[in-house]
């Protein structure tokens, strides 16, 4: 059965850091581009980052450059999210989802999708 699972979420101040990871089970991550997405309370789905199967980063939010960096470790068949400088507006509902080999901008594009993990930047 396959499965996107993320961890990593939690409360964290602005100006705080945190790491989420996308870990797969069922099938291997080596083929396939990890997009992580958000969802905000009362607004639309948000593509943040993505990194091919091949490495290639694309980021999706220009809110999150500079902040935010994407890595894949196929050894461990996961993705994980590094989120530093954290700001309210980052607080959100962060998916995981995978396609395969290239990044697609467009969330229904992708096949697999985790549950999601709540991150909430808040003093």
């Known amino acids: 059965q396959v499965h996107l699972v993320e961890s990593g979420g939690g409360l964290v101040q602005p100006g705080g850091s945190l790491r989420l990871s996308c870990a797969a089970s069922?099938?291997?991550?080596?083929?396939?581009?990890i997009g992580w997405f958000r969802q905000a309370p009362g607004k639309e789905q948000e593509g943040v980052l993505c990194i091919s199967s091949f490495g290639a980063r694309i980021y999706f939010a220009g809110s999150v450059q500079g902040r935010f960096t994407i890595s894949r470790d196929n050894t461990k068949n996961s993705v994980d999210l590094q989120m530093n400088s954290l700001k309210p507006e980052d607080t959100a509902v962060y998916y995981c989802?995978?396609?395969?080999?290239?990044?697609?901008?467009?969330?229904?594009?992708?096949?697999?999708w985790g549950q999601g993990t709540q991150v909430t930047v808040s003093s």
């Open positions: 989802a995978a396609v395969r080999d290239y990044c697609e901008r467009w969330g229904p594009s992708y096949t697999y």
């Open positions: 069922g099938f291997t991550l080596d083929n396939y581009a």
